[in-house]
């Protein structure tokens, strides 16, 4: 079974802290792909990262940065130095490659930063 | 122009009407997606085009139908909507096929049925 959970439904924070987001899926695939997802307030789906399952090099974009663990079939999200801008709901998503209309989204984590 | 655009943002529109949404894209993309998003969930696949062929979720009730006049264009048929079809619509594309691709959203169309 194919399955994303995302166990953090809200989290708030107050500027400047640190924030993990969580994501923990199932799969018996071995390639496939996970993403993440930001959507704020207004609606859209903004990509954030793609990693397939062989590439386990964590990734660092400015004060964002994924830790992607295989042995623990994780693959978190880290936001250094929050922003009152970085307020939205992020989705983890996890793709199969065997087939290709297969999509897992997990439920999302709300996260609100405060001034 | 890196821009999936939707018309319309909002629409209100009762269980005898017909309506449609639309989706746009000037990146070249070969695929387009339509998803449906109720509030405080995640979005659900709906259907997939890929070189104007299309993929269906089979859960999808035959009172949405989609159309791909051509690579750029994507239209979404809603006829004879259940107020539980409720929702945000969200297009997508990307510039291979397969979901593995990085999709580019547009800003969706919240669609009210009365």
């Known amino acids: 079974a194919q399955k994303v959970t995302q166990a953090q439904t809200e989290i708030s924070v107050v500027e400047k802290e640190d924030v993990t987001l969580d994501c923990v899926y199932e799969t018996r695939d071995t390639t496939y792909y996970l993403f993440w997802y930001k959507q704020p307030p207004s609606g859209e789906l903004v990509f954030l990262i793609r990693?397939?399952?062989?590439?386990?090099q964590n990734e660092i974009s400015g004060r964002y940065s994924w830790n992607f663990q295989k042995s623990t079939s994780s693959f978190n999200f880290t936001i250094t130095a929050s922003q009152v801008v970085d307020s939205a709901v992020y989705f983890c998503?996890?793709?199969?490659?065997?087939?290709?209309?297969?999509?897992?989204f997990g439920a999302g984590t709300r996260l609100t930063v405060k001034p | 122009d890196t821009e999936v655009t939707q018309t319309p943002k909002h629409l209100v529109m009762g269980m005898t009407n017909k309506k449609s949404l639309k989706c746009e894209q000037h990146m070249g993309h070969r695929a387009m997606y339509w998803y449906k998003q109720k509030a405080k969930k995640p979005p659900e696949l709906m259907f997939v085009?890929?070189?104007?062929?299309?993929?269906i979720n089979e859960s999808v009730p035959s009172r949405f139908s989609p159309e791909c006049p051509n690579s750029s264009l994507l239209n979404l048929h809603l006829h004879a909507l259940q107020p539980e079809d409720s929702a945000l619509y969200l297009c997508?594309?990307?510039?291979?096929?397969?979901?593995?691709?990085?999709?580019?959203f547009g800003p969706g169309t919240r669609l009210l049925v009365l």
């Open positions: 997508a594309s990307s510039q291979g096929a397969g979901l593995q691709e990085t999709q580019y």
């Open positions: 990693r397939n399952s062989f590439d386990e």
């Open positions: 085009y890929s070189y104007e062929k299309l993929s």
């Open positions: 998503a996890l793709i199969r490659t065997y087939n290709n209309n297969d999509m897992r």
